[in-house]
């Protein structure tokens, strides 16, 4: 004859009224659980430094692992980049971007679309939708990057951007994004903060181990 144990009887009570109560709240019908959130107000206030003085999307970004450049015009970052895409290998430079398209128009700096050929090194230019100064961060759209590939299979990703482009927070991305594609099919929005990390290999922080392993931001005065 075998004898069952089911363990003590208070111990199942106690586990029995709590099953009870998940299954009445998962069957609640008619409350909404976040009635009293307000979706106007921000709920991640701007970063304070000592001094008391917002953090600017610059500092944001170094502390990311970015790579910040400034350039007062448009003519000084195209003689910049003869020298840069020289000096750190970047040939063949990529991109899919109707933007920077115009921009290296008439430049003599040669640039490929394509993706496909496997290198030791892809180095990929996209411009992006905007700055966000909350976080340090870098919106794109496979809309303005020209394709998902632009971002995604780049080792080295470079960003071409205007000051104007800088938004405050998170929440006027958003904004900022769906009023420009409010008529129109946008397929896919990334949020790009610094080199890629992962903690795989022995649970150490490797940066740049899979994914993009530099970012640069190349910030532009346009007239």
């Excluded at 363990?7 to 109560?21: H, M, Y």
């Excluded at 019908?29 to 917002?54: C, H, I, S, Y």
Aim: hydrophobic fraction near 40%; charge should be negative.
């Amino acid at each position: 004859m075998k004898i069952f144990s089911f363990g003590n009887l208070s111990e199942r009570t106690n586990k029995e009224q709590i099953l009870a109560k998940v299954r009445s709240a998962l069957i609640a019908k008619n409350e909404n659980t976040f009635r009293d959130l307000n979706m106007q107000v921000d709920t991640w206030t701007p970063f304070k430094d000592e001094d008391g003085a917002d953090f600017t999307f610059v500092e944001r970004f170094r502390d990311s692992g970015g790579i910040f450049i400034y350039f007062d015009s448009k003519e000084g970052f195209l003689e910049a980049m003869k020298q840069y895409v020289v000096e750190n290998q970047w040939e063949p430079l990529c991109s899919t971007s109707k933007k920077m398209e115009a921009v290296f128009k008439d430049s003599g700096i040669v640039v490929s679309s394509d993706y496909t050929t496997k290198r030791k090194k892809t180095v990929s230019i996209i411009d992006c939708e905007c700055l966000i100064a909350q976080t340090g961060s870098i919106m794109v759209t496979d809309t303005c990057a020209g394709s998902r590939a632009a971002y995604s299979n780049a080792d080295v990703l470079l960003i071409y951007a205007s000051p104007r482009q800088i938004v405050a927070s998170m929440k006027d991305a958003i904004h900022l994004v769906k009023e420009k594609y409010s008529t129109g099919k946008l397929s896919e929005t990334v949020i790009i903060t610094g080199p890629s990390r992962s903690t795989e290999i022995d649970n150490q922080l490797v940066v740049g181990a899979q994914g993009i392993k530099q970012l640069a931001l190349f910030l532009v005065e346009e007239e």
